[in-house]
């Protein structure tokens, strides 16, 4: 990436309107409110606060924070900064509100929106409020200091429901104060982009546009791609310069680069899908999912590992001799080439060097990761929220500007409701998609009412669905397929993370996200599975929320110290698996997924091997995101020659190996999504056929994370590209067959 001592400011992106009937009561505002409030509290000396809505602290403990903060904060009224930082409640600020109502409106399922507006009702009751706090004053008359007391009863409760209740609430409002609040950055000093950015030049896309009606608009086209991501763009590609006619529709919207990198607040409404608000019904992971104009591939961190060979080897065992061919090896070496995918520029920030060091002095296998950034240095840490400077070569800026190139055309803001399909000697053949498309706004953006919808009609010859992982087999449900197999086996990488702290600052936001890993613990049961352990996004509203809440000052000055962290991330290729379903009331993603004791035992040898790590490279505390599981503390005076033997971190250690992962509230994550339209030799066992062809259809063809046999064990965009190449390039190969007949 080159550098610039230019300010460089991206364009707003204003969200879309929220719907004008509140999702909540005035009563049940002031109780989710008051819970907020208790756990992002204004803190004062008790000389002068105000006990009903001020958490008071004690004077020489107050005046102490004050001192920290100022010697943390990069500001020249550091002061002031500390005192609006510790006087900061969640509810002073009207966007937090507003955010709030976004999830509740937009985001939450409803059968869980109606669960949590239930609480708060009880909540409202003096018996409700008793059963629930033991007090028989309602929760939101309480002074913060007993609220907050309330909070922390509810971490350590017998009844999982309160345990649950503080996991989901606490982070709810951790991470709404965090994206909204505009008293946390002055602390941290974290730049609005990546230092030195120089901004790109993007492609300048065309979509199609459609007159208002009441008929259906028909259009007509050789393919239609339903999804602009990593597999869509493949796809697109391929076939449009193959000679056909192609359209790309997407969902979400096309975003400039002079946009880009959104923020916080912004990124996550806009690039993301229900707004990274997807939690397994369970509530025991929460799924991070791209959904832009370039799907993941526009918020992904530019990992680009190659399908490992125990991987393939299993997968060909299953009667797909495919990914042990030479032909699917051109294919990830090919897409590989066209994004100029190498280690050759990478520049490791001070997370990725320390992780590097660690596995080094271990022992521990580890490698730089291929970085798909055209052959050039890409220091940024801010790519979850869209790469301003083009280098990164996600679809947007490399395959579906080829496929434009090649004649293909795109719609945005495009819903695909369904497959049409004709019967034709007894099978059914995909002859198009119905949809409905919305427009943009009257200022060509988003954040108003869309000037038109109309419903779309698309006849093609061949349907390639590219939606995603979570996303193709709601799809194929919609249009009728009873494919058993469509949206189980879901596999998801399920991530649980450590973090630590160390003596000199790492400014962890800066340098590119994900530029190393260890491999040393991927095939703990000898049949491939295990874990990979990585760096993670240290942007605050990814990495802040998972600091461990015990109090409201703790809180405030754990976020504090974010300059001296590091975080990572213990990621298992899972054995077992999870299911996608439609939500029953509105049609929405909801999924089933729990995190075997098989796959946690791997992620806990992960865990240990991230805390040895830390340890052997001078960290002063380590954390997990483990419920109610204690921080480890250094012993200054413990030898550095011992190396990991410290008896206090080996016990430590030990109690960690045990722990496992408490229900509810341990928190696992995962950004990598596959298997739900699975690839099968045979209608028996998958959703597609070794081609990517649907079983039971002629002309329908899936291509993207959801046809992997099972769980990639490496970030999956590479995988993913290479094989919707050789899918994409076998769907042109028979068109163009017919087409000589």
Known sequence: MALTTETVSPK????????????????????????ADAVIPPITPISTADAKTE??????????????????????????????????CASSNPQFKQEFRRIFALYLPVATRNQLLLVLNILNTRAGSLFLTGYITPLGDQPVHVRESILQGWATAKLPLLRQLFFSLTMLSKQTWIKTTPKLNPVLGIPRVPVGMVPGKGYDYAFLQFPPGDAPET????????????????????????????????????????????SEQNGWNHLFMDGAFISSDDASVTVVAGQSWGGGGTVNWSASLQTQGFVRQEWASRGLPLFTSAEFQESLDRVCTRMGVSTDYIEQNRTNQILLEGARKLGYAHKAVPQNTGGKRHYCGHCTFGCGSCD??????????????????????????????????????????????????????????????????????????????????LLLLRSGLKNYHIGRNLYVHPVSILGAIHPEPTTPWEGAILTSVVSEHENLDGKGHGVKIEATNMIPSSWLIWLKWTSGLDYKMQAARLKYMTGYISMARDRDTGRVYPDPKDGRVRFTYTPSTFDSKHITTGLVALAKMQYITGATEIFTTLPNFPTFKRDPSAAPSAGINDPKFQAWLAQLEKFGFPTPGSGFVSAHQMGTCRMSK????????????????????????????????????????????????????????????
């Open 219 to 262: 259009i007509e086209t050789d393919v239609i791609v339903v999804g602009s991501g990593c597999g869509g763009g493949v796809s697109a590609k391929n076939l449009a310069e193959a000679g056909h006619r192609v359209i790309v529709t997407e969902k979400a919207y096309h975003w400039t680069p002079d946009h880009f990198p959104m």
């Open 392 to 473: 990164k070569q996600g679809p947007v800026v490399s395959y579906l500007p080829d496929a434009a190139r090649a004649g293909a055309q795109f719609i945005e803001g495009f819903h695909a409701e369904k497959i049409l399909f004709s019967t034709k000697d007894g099978e059914k053949v995909a002859t198009g998609v119905q949809g409905t498309w919305a427009s943009r706004d009257i200022n060509g953006g988003v954040s108003g009412i869309p000037l038109t919808k109309r419903k779309v009609i698309i006849n093609a010859k061949r349907v390639i669905v590219s939606a995603g992982t979570m996303q193709s087999p």
């Open 682 to 741: 045979d209608n028996e066992d998958g959703v597609v056929d070794p081609m990517g062809q649907v079983w039971g259809t002629k002309g329908l063809y899936v291509a993207d994370a959801s046809v992997f046999p099972s769980a990639s064990g490496v970030n999956p965009m590479v995988t993913n590209m290479a094989i919707s190449d050789w899918i994409s390039q076998g769907i042109a190969k028979g068109m163009g067959e017919r087409a000589k007949l």
């Open 55 to 88: 958490l008071p602290t004690k004077d020489n403990d107050y005046s102490a924070a004050l001192s920290t903060l100022q010697a943390l904060t990069p500001a020249s009224d550091g002061l002031d900064v500390a005192k609006a930082y510790l006087g900061d």
């Open 12 to 35: 707003a992106a204003a969200l879309p309107p929220l719907p004008a009937e509140d999702p909540l009561t005035p009563a049940q505002w002031k109780t989710l409110l008051a819970i």
